[in-house]
């Protein structure tokens, strides 16, 4: 009579034999799949080699020579690299990594490189200040081509689509747009007071994705610009890879609530409540990295209460240059380059 510890000990064996096998199958179905996978390989090359042999005979030519033979193996090499990497690429534009559309030849846009895009923040209710500004220092029409001729500039408007998708705002704005030719119209972005960072983040997704620039800058649509001085401060910054150009400052943080500046995540600043350096939101430039970096990055960003402090803080740990530049401190009325228009 076998003892209990006899019959463990068969168990035990018993069990081990089955995981042993159970290895075994599963390291023979890995070994026939594989295999099988390497003779659909070859039969695909057989048939590539034999739809070639077979022109090659209509053709007058008896045999297909061993270069031939290499060529059909590295053209059926490159292809397979190919759509690798075109799945790849399609993953990383559905992640957000790369933009959705790459500017080409065929678009409306120019395809020449510029000194700058520049945006100018508006909103619905703003055509007062948007036609002042037309007259001002943002000539339309053929004026328009001549200056981006010139200069090397391209302004344009930018909004975004009202809560109420398709509501009279939106069809306001598309009727204005259609007259002047002179909006970017972020249709992905809700305008409201409170998605302004995300509306600059959408802005320079955009402009990235439709002109090839050396700059990329934000005005308000309160904010008047002496264009020739802005590119001729700008053009002193073109060998500078990654620079932040504005009227720096930092400021208090204002916890409370009722407060007209209330910063909902204060907390993330630390005891001393004040913003790191960053610059003011009327007027601002960054190089065209900065804008890629935005771009390809946009959807780990974070936003602030500000669009000014959000654009800061997203230079934060990177290798930026911040440039204070006391021209663009438009509400000293400097006037250089900008000053802030008196309603």
Request: charged share 25%; hydrophobic share 40%; aromatic share 10%.
């Amino acid at each position: 009579m076998r003892s209990r510890g006899s019959k463990i000990r068969l168990s035990g064996n018993s069990f081990g034999s089955r995981v042993s096998a159970l290895m075994l199958a599963m390291i023979a179905t890995m070994a026939t799949v594989y295999v099988a996978a390497r003779l659909f390989q070859d039969a695909e090359s057989r048939t590539y080699l034999i739809e070639v042999l077979e022109r090659k005979t209509d053709q007058g030519q008896s045999d297909v020579s061993l270069d031939d033979t290499l060529k059909v193996i590295a053209c059926r090499e490159q292809s397979k690299k190919l759509s690798v990497l075109e799945t790849e690429l399609a993953a990383a534009r559905q992640e957000g990594f790369v933009p959705k559309h790459l500017p080409g030849n065929n678009e409306k846009h120019p395809t020449k490189k510029v000194l700058v895009v520049l945006g100018v923040m508006t909103t619905f209710g703003r055509r007062k200040n948007r036609d002042a500004i037309r007259k001002a220092w943002m000539p339309a029409g053929t004026a328009t081509r001549e200056l981006v001729d010139k200069n090397d500039f391209i302004v344009q408007f930018v909004i975004g689509r009202s809560a109420n998708r398709g509501d009279s705002l939106d069809k306001e704005i598309n009727k204005e747009s259609s007259h002047t030719n002179d909006f970017i119209i972020l249709d992905n972005q809700v305008e409201a007071p409170e998605e302004k960072a995300r509306k600059i983040k959408s802005f320079f997704i955009y402009a990235v994705s439709n002109w090839d620039a050396e700059f990329y800058a934000k005005v308000n649509d309160d904010v008047y610009v002496n264009l020739d001085a802005l590119g001729g401060v700008l053009a002193s910054y073109v060998d500078k890879p990654r620079v932040y150009i504005g009227c720096m400052k930092s400021g208090k943080i204002f916890s409370e609530q009722t407060h007209k500046w209330h910063e909902p995540d204060w907390w993330r600043f630390g005891d001393g409540k004040s913003y790191f350096r960053h610059a003011s939101g009327e007027a601002y430039v960054i190089s065209k990295s900065l804008a890629q970096f935005i771009s390809i990055n946009s959807f780990m960003l974070r936003t602030y209460a500000h669009d000014d402090v959000s654009i800061g803080s997203w230079f934060i740990g990177l290798d930026v240059q911040h440039l204070d530049e006391t021209k663009l401190c438009c509400s000293s009325r400097s006037p250089d380059i900008c000053h802030v228009a008196s309603e």
